[in-house]
């Protein structure tokens, strides 16, 4: 069965299965970082976020060779099913937005970007339900012909691997981040004796988990698609206002006690969520940590030594208290 | 010296600070009478009403179709052009440190984050409402919804789908953004408690529409040869004007040859003819040391990409659809491939002998098309460069990087 490779969590991943396409997360194919750099690789602007900057690279190596440049048209695959697997880019952020523009100039046919809304309400889920409608057609009218009837039951979906290593417990480490590539910072946070109330990002099972195959009825149409996504997908590319409320739930439901912000550099949604957060924590008199992360998260190094200084400054604070 | 940050308020220095200022402009503007000199004193003169006790100050990004404000006779606050203004001005130094101490990401587009700390610091007027529209980019989004939730005011954005690669954007596409155009409109004067003009002020945008697209039609017939960064600045400025009268006039100013006096196309004084460049995306407001360098090696901007808006006027009777159209279809919106194809027919248009993208600090909307342009003016044999800076930087280590690669660049020509 042909590949959907996809970039963002907030794609129904059924409507892709409902097609004969086995949905993977591109975030799960990155390129190895110890390979030899390619010289005639496509290159992003390094004022561009790690996550964007690497998903360019693994779009490369799984849709096959290039043999032209960007927008020449003269893309092909290499041997294989590879010429049928194609790239869904959800394009919620102008970064995203354009590592799509850029790998459908090189890939032409292959890829199909994903116009996501920063509000809600019925004109809005109106317009993403067509958007969708669209993105189905034009998957069905990429299956090969031997391949479309029944296909759908043969797929399998490759969702983001991250998880809670224990489930949160309200009262602790409240997590806000970008996309993760796995659970290593939240491992960290438990490692270091503190524990995880709430995670809130791109990865986080609360973001996939709605959309993953079997969370609801193949035959459901695009309208309550569309509202699944705009309910599952509240992230720090929506609107301000709502994010807000979402946050104030969530912080809330958790009974926080600290939050920390995992930002990826260059990411212009997530540079004002961490200024939303950093106000919520205020108003709450919680500490608050913002650390600059890459893509993938690298637990080691300086970060370790910032989160566990962070975390040690607030048991200190508790022991204080407790004499 | 007072900067504008001193110009706020009912204070009797506040208002002589603000006599000052416009007594400087307006001094400037007797003695050139050019149209850029009294377009800066209008944009001035309008701005600083903004900042008296009382004013009406709707934060708007900076394609917002202003007509809509113009009608209640509101003149809009756009975060570029108060960053650009306030960074060119004595408030420089203590901007940048305030823009320092803020804990937003140093990462994200300047004029933003500029703006960001100059309204925390009393630099520009708070906002009464935020209005934003989804071209160009994300981040003013941003920025204009955390203003509205940190002032509790209204925001509203106008939601414009992208345009085909080919073409232009569909009817029902184009009706969609002007109803939402003409709700916003009924709701700024519900808001505001004021009488819409919207007729009148569409009469005057018309007049100064005319006069920008038939010098824009002579430029590119090549009839009229101006110079692109200077002539940008202005209508970068103009944008504050467009439905006023003297909004109207200065652009109509532009069509004699006194008017555009300072701003045609520079010569070269041995009399060589000088090489052509479109330059695309913004420009650097306060650092010269690029455009110097062109000039020096006998080079020019000819044409600006941005410059391409308010090329028609729009019906008087029915005028949301006309606005509409200007958000549908800008240049600057769309794919990076429809961006591509239209650079590309302009650069051949105009017979350039190479193009120049800025790649403004943190525009990742900018920056993020640049390999898609990059390969296109290639694959043409069109000469190009994309050049990393600020657009509101002054030096440092970056600009002189840049210099050198532009240095190359005309080495190569």
Same mark, same amino acid.
């Given at each position: 069965?042909?590949?959907?490779?996809?970039?963002?969590?907030?794609?129904?991943?059924?409507?892709?299965?409902?097609?004969?396409?086995?949905?993977?997360?591109?975030?799960?194919?990155?390129?190895?970082?110890?390979?030899?750099?390619?010289?005639?690789?496509? %290159?992003?602007?390094?004022?561009?976020?790690?996550?964007?900057?690497?998903?360019?690279?693994?779009?490369?190596?799984?849709?096959? #060779?290039?043999?032209?440049?960007?927008?020449?048209?003269?893309?092909?695959?290499?041997?294989?099913?590879?010429?049928?697997?194609?790239?869904?880019?959800?394009?919620?952020?102008?970064?995203?937005?354009?590592?799509?523009?850029?790998?459908?100039?090189?890939?032409?046919?292959?890829?199909?970007?994903?116009?996501?809304?920063?509000?809600?309400?019925? #004109?809005?889920?109106?317009?993403?339900?067509?958007?969708?409608?669209?993105?189905?057609?034009?998957?069905?009218?990429?299956?090969?012909?031997?391949?479309?009837?029944?296909?759908?039951?043969?797929?399998?979906? #490759?969702?983001?691997?991250?998880?809670?290593?224990?489930?949160?417990?309200?009262?602790?480490?409240?997590?806000?981040?970008?996309?993760?590539?796995?659970?290593?910072?939240?491992?960290?946070? @438990?490692?270091?004796?503190?524990?995880?109330?709430?995670? #809130? %990002?791109?990865?986080?099972? @609360?973001?996939?988990?709605?959309?993953?195959?079997?969370?609801? @009825?193949?035959?459901?149409?695009?309208?309550?698609?569309?509202?699944?996504?705009?309910?599952?997908?509240?992230?720090?590319?929506?609107?301000?206002?709502?994010?807000?409320?979402?946050?104030?739930?969530?912080?809330?439901?958790?009974?926080?006690?600290?939050?920390?912000?995992?930002?990826?550099?260059?990411?212009?949604?997530?540079?004002?969520?961490?200024?939303?957060?950093?106000?919520?924590?205020?108003?709450?008199?919680?500490?608050?940590?913002?650390?600059?992360?890459?893509?993938?998260?690298?637990?080691?190094?300086?970060?370790?030594?910032?989160?566990?200084?962070?975390?040690?400054?607030?048991?200190?604070?508790?022991?204080?208290?407790?004499? | 010296?007072?900067?504008?940050?001193?110009?706020?308020?009912?204070?009797?220095?506040?208002?002589?600070?603000?006599?000052?200022?416009?007594?400087?402009?307006?001094?400037?503007?007797?003695?050139?009478?050019?149209?850029?000199?009294?377009?800066?004193?209008?944009?001035?003169?309008?701005?600083?009403?903004?900042?008296?006790?009382?004013?009406?100050?709707?934060?708007?990004?900076?394609?917002?179709?202003?007509?809509?404000?113009?009608?209640?006779?509101?003149?809009?606050?756009?975060?570029?052009?108060?960053?650009?203004?306030?960074?060119?001005?004595?408030?420089?130094?203590?901007?940048?440190?305030?823009?320092?101490?803020?804990?937003?990401?140093?990462?994200?587009?300047?004029?933003?984050?500029?703006?960001?700390?100059?309204?925390?610091?009393?630099?520009?007027?708070?906002?009464?409402?935020?209005?934003?529209?989804?071209?160009?980019?994300?981040?003013?989004?941003?920025?204009?919804?955390?203003?509205?939730?940190?002032?509790?005011?209204?925001?509203?954005?106008?939601?414009?789908?992208?345009?085909?690669?080919?073409?232009?954007?569909?009817?029902?596409?184009?009706?969609?953004?002007?109803?939402?155009?003409?709700?916003?409109?009924?709701?700024?004067?519900?808001?505001?408690?004021?009488?819409?003009?919207?007729?009148?002020?569409?009469?005057?945008?018309?007049?100064?529409?005319?006069?920008?697209?038939?010098?824009?039609?002579?430029?590119?017939?090549?009839?009229?040869?101006?110079?692109?960064?200077?002539?940008?600045?202005?209508?970068?400025?103009?944008?504050?004007?467009?439905?006023?009268?003297?909004?109207?006039?200065?652009?109509?100013?532009?069509?004699?040859?006194?008017?555009?006096?300072?701003?045609?196309?520079?010569?070269?004084?041995?009399?060589?003819?000088?090489?052509?460049?479109?330059?695309?995306?913004?420009?650097?407001?306060?650092?010269?040391?690029?455009?110097?360098?062109?000039?020096?090696?006998?080079?020019?901007?000819?044409?600006?990409?941005?410059?391409?808006?308010?090329?028609?006027?729009?019906?008087?009777?029915?005028?949301?659809?006309?606005?509409?159209?200007?958000?549908?279809?800008?240049?600057?919106?769309?794919?990076?491939?429809?961006?591509?194809?239209?650079?590309?027919?302009?650069?051949?248009?105009?017979?350039?002998?190479?193009?120049?993208?800025?790649?403004?600090?943190?525009?990742?909307?900018?920056?993020?098309?640049?390999?898609?342009?990059?390969?296109?003016?290639?694959?043409?044999?069109?000469?190009?460069?994309?050049?990393?800076?600020?657009?509101?930087?002054?030096?440092?280590?970056?600009?002189?990087?840049?210099?050198?690669?532009?240095?190359?660049?005309?080495?190569?020509?």
């Amino acid at each position: 069965m042909p590949y959907c490779y996809y970039t963002c969590n907030l794609l129904p991943l059924h409507l892709v299965a409902s097609t004969g396409h086995s949905p993977r997360w591109l975030g799960n194919h990155l390129r190895d970082p110890n390979a030899p750099a390619r010289r005639d690789a496509l %290159s992003v602007h390094p004022m561009t976020c790690p996550f964007v900057t690497k998903l360019v690279a693994a779009a490369e190596e799984v849709l096959g #060779e290039r043999t032209g440049a960007p927008g020449s048209g003269e893309a092909s695959a290499t041997a294989g099913t590879r010429g049928d697997d194609c790239l869904v880019v959800p394009g919620g952020c102008d970064a995203m937005r354009r590592l799509g523009d850029l790998l459908a100039a090189t890939y032409p046919d292959r890829v199909f970007v994903l116009q996501m809304p920063r509000s809600s309400g019925p #004109e809005v889920a109106a317009t993403l339900a067509s958007d969708l409608a669209r993105l189905q057609e034009w998957l069905r009218a990429r299956m090969p012909g031997d391949l479309q009837a029944g296909s759908a039951a043969a797929v399998s979906a #490759e969702p983001p691997t991250l998880d809670y290593p224990r489930p949160p417990r309200p009262g602790g480490v409240f997590l806000v981040s970008g996309p993760l590539s796995d659970d290593s910072l939240l491992g960290l946070i @438990d490692k270091l004796g503190a524990h995880v109330s709430g995670l #809130e %990002s791109c990865t986080s099972p @609360d973001r996939w988990k709605p959309l993953a195959p079997g969370s609801r @009825d193949g035959g459901s149409g695009h309208e309550a698609l569309a509202a699944d996504v705009l309910a599952a997908g509240m992230c720090p590319r929506r609107s301000t206002a709502e994010r807000r409320e979402h946050l104030v739930r969530r912080l809330d439901e958790a009974n926080a006690s600290s939050i920390i912000y995992a930002r990826q550099s260059f990411c212009d949604p997530g540079a004002y969520d961490a200024l939303l957060v950093a106000q919520l924590a205020q108003e709450r008199a919680l500490p608050y940590l913002e650390i600059e992360v890459d893509f993938p998260f690298d637990a080691n190094g300086p970060l370790r030594t910032r989160v566990e200084a962070f975390l040690e400054a607030q048991l200190l604070d508790d022991d204080l208290l407790e004499v | 010296m007072p900067g504008l940050s001193d110009a706020t308020g009912d204070s009797l220095s506040a208002s002589l600070i603000r006599a000052a200022f416009l007594t400087r402009t307006r001094y400037k503007a007797l003695q050139e009478r050019t149209a850029r000199r009294y377009m800066y004193l209008h944009a001035l003169s309008a701005s600083l009403d903004l900042f008296k006790p009382g004013a009406i100050v709707p934060w708007v990004s900076y394609l917002f179709p202003t007509e809509l404000l113009a009608s209640y006779g509101i003149t809009a606050m756009i975060p570029e052009i108060g960053a650009a203004t306030l960074t060119g001005t004595e408030s420089r130094e203590p901007l940048e440190a305030a823009a320092a101490r803020m804990p937003l990401a140093r990462d994200v587009c300047s004029y933003h984050r500029i703006a960001l700390a100059a309204v925390e610091n009393g630099m520009l007027p708070a906002p009464s409402m935020c209005l934003g529209t989804t071209p160009l980019c994300l981040g003013k989004e941003c920025l204009l919804e955390t203003l509205a939730v940190r002032y509790h005011v209204p925001f509203r954005e106008i939601r414009v789908p992208l345009p085909p690669d080919e073409g232009e954007a569909a009817p029902e596409v184009v009706a969609d953004v002007a109803e939402q155009m003409r709700v916003l409109h009924d709701d700024i004067g519900r808001w505001t408690g004021r009488s819409p003009q919207l007729r009148k002020v569409i009469e005057l945008s018309n007049r100064a529409s005319k006069a920008w697209g038939h010098l824009m039609a002579e430029r590119l017939a090549g009839r009229l040869e101006m110079d692109g960064r200077e002539t940008f600045a202005t209508v970068f400025l103009g944008q504050l004007l467009w439905g006023t009268r003297e909004g109207a006039k200065d652009f109509e100013r532009l069509l004699t040859e006194h008017g555009r006096s300072d701003l045609m196309a520079p010569r070269a004084a041995d009399g060589r003819p000088l090489k052509k460049l479109l330059w695309l995306h913004t420009v650097p407001h306060h650092d010269s040391g690029i455009i110097d360098l062109m000039r020096e090696r006998g080079a020019m901007v000819l044409f600006e990409e941005m410059g391409q808006m308010h090329l028609e006027t729009v019906d008087p009777d029915d005028p949301f659809p006309g606005l509409a159209k200007r958000l549908t279809d800008n240049v600057m919106w769309g794919t990076s491939a429809r961006r591509a194809r239209l650079n590309l027919a302009l650069a051949k248009h105009l017979k350039v002998d190479g193009v120049v993208h800025f790649n403004h600090w943190g525009c990742r909307h900018g920056l993020g098309s640049v390999p898609v342009l990059r390969a296109a003016f290639a694959k043409a044999g069109i000469p190009f460069i994309a050049v990393d800076g600020d657009a509101l930087g002054r030096g440092g280590p970056q600009q002189e990087k840049s210099r050198q690669a532009m240095e190359s660049f005309l080495e190569l020509l």
